[in-house]
Nanobody, 115 residues
C-alpha cells in the first residue's frame, strides 16, 4: 500500500506563511498527478491544489489561488505546499493524495491560523 508521511503541524497568525510537505512511498510517484486536500472541523474534505507528474501544470481551488503554491520533487518522492497570506478559514487538516484520492489518507498535517 501507499504510505504518506507528513511534516509536523503548524500554528501561524493571519497573514503568515507556512510550508508543509508529504513524502509518498509505494507508488510510481514520478508518473502520478498529486494533489493537496484539506478538511476543516465539521466540514467535508475539499480539494486544494493539483500538480502533474512532471510539474508541467498546476491547478488551485479559488479559495487559495494566488496564495498557495504546490510543488514536487520526484527524486525525493515529495509534494510541498507553500501557504502564504494565511487566513483563519485556512485552518484545517491538510492531506496529500493522488488526483483521485485513492491512497489511504494518513493523519494529515494540522494547520492552524489564529491570532
Amino acid at each position: 500500500q501507499v504510505l504518506l508521511v507528513y511534516s509536523g503541524g503548524g500554528v501561524v497568525q493571519p497573514g503568515g506563511s507556512l510550508r508543509r510537505y508529504c513524502v509518498v512511498s509505494g507508488s510510481r510517484f514520478s508518473t502520478i498527478t498529486m494533489a493537496w486536500y484539506r478538511q476543516a472541523p465539521g466540514k467535508r474534505r475539499e480539494w486544494v491544489a493539483t500538480i502533474t507528474s512532471s510539474s508541467t501544470s498546476t491547478n488551485y481551488a479559488d479559495s487559495v489561488k494566488g496564495r498557495f503554491t504546490i510543488s514536487r520533487d520526484n527524486a525525493k518522492n515529495m509534494v510541498y505546499l507553500q501557504m502564504n497570506s494565511l487566513k483563519p478559514e485556512d485552518t484545517a487538516v491538510y492531506y496529500c493524495n493522488n488526483q483521485y484520492g485513492t491512497y489511504s489518507w494518513g493523519q494529515g498535517t494540522q494547520v492552524t491560523v489564529s491570532s
